[in-house]
């Protein structure tokens, strides 16, 4: 009996250290594991980095330049646009205040952002300028023709990689030439940056084009060459509001003299 539990022991004691080495040759028979999924180079939104590329040539781009600005029930108008070597910029927007009745001119200089009221037909007074503000101060929405910034202060936006926006390529606008992006805000605050809409660059940064609910906006003619520095177009006068966007109210017939009267 000892010898056949001795005999026992050695089979046992052979199997325990074989165990293992079965195990590592079946474990060794499966197949490796996939390595880990390369996660790749972070894919780069192409599109933004064009557009925002163009903008900062347009920031750089001194010019004078006249644009077409059309909406919807309104007869065209030409916009000037003037971006001075010294950094200064001046618009001059025909029915850009008082619901379309009187001609005006924006402008940012180193003594502040301006409005001038234009001399026209409904408004044949002489030119004269308000101070706003700051050169670098928000317009007033209530003093704002809308159509000044995609040439100014929305080319800051359309550079900076944290503004909240998507950009995509676009077909360019009937009239439009140049590279055309579709631009959306993706911030669900009310005060987005900037307008959503399609804007357009030639490759030097001039901007040739924009398309939002403000209207369209193209370049009609080639730029011609910038100032040093803008000039306002009249006076600055300091007992004098600017003029608004809105229509002057009806006057109330009731209100005119020898009203009720027979």
């Not at 880990?36 to 001194?62: F, I, K, M, N």
């Not at 007033?140 to 000044?148: C, I, Q």
Request: with cysteine.
């Amino acid at each position: 009996m000892p010898v056949l539990i001795r005999s026992a022991v050695r089979v046992l004691g052979s199997l325990v250290f074989a165990l293992p080495a079965v195990l590592v040759s079946c474990t060794s028979e499966q197949p490796a594991p996939p390595p880990p999924a390369d996660p790749g180079p972070v894919t780069v939104d192409a599109a933004r980095d064009e557009l925002a590329a163009l903008a900062a040539a347009a920031q750089d781009r001194h010019l004078v330049a006249q644009y077409v600005f059309s909406q919807p029930g309104r007869p065209d108008r030409s916009i000037v646009f003037t971006s001075a070597n010294d950094g200064s910029w001046r618009v001059d927007v025909p029915g850009g205040a008082l619901g379309g009745t009187v001609d005006v001119s924006l402008a940012a200089t180193t003594d502040g952002l301006f409005q001038c009221a234009l001399p026209s037909s409904a408004r044949p007074e002489p030119a004269h300028c308000v101070r706003l503000g700051d050169r670098d101060d928000a317009l007033p929405r209530r003093l704002d023709p809308r159509v000044h910034h995609p040439l100014t202060d929305w080319l800051a936006v359309l550079t900076d990689r944290r503004a909240p926006l998507a950009v995509a390529p676009a077909s360019p606008p009937e009239g439009v030439t140049g590279a055309c992006y579709s631009v959306e805000s993706t911030s669900a605050s009310l005060n987005a940056p900037l307008d959503v809409g399609i804007y357009c660059y030639d490759r030097d940064g001039t901007p040739t084009g924009v398309r939002t609910a403000a209207g369209t906006l193209r370049l009609a003619a080639p730029p011609g060459a910038a100032p040093a520095s803008v000039q306002l177009a009249g006076p600055v006068v300091v007992d004098v509001e600017p003029l608004g966007t809105a229509a002057p109210p009806t006057p109330d017939p009731s209100d005119s003299p020898g009203a009720g009267t027979s």
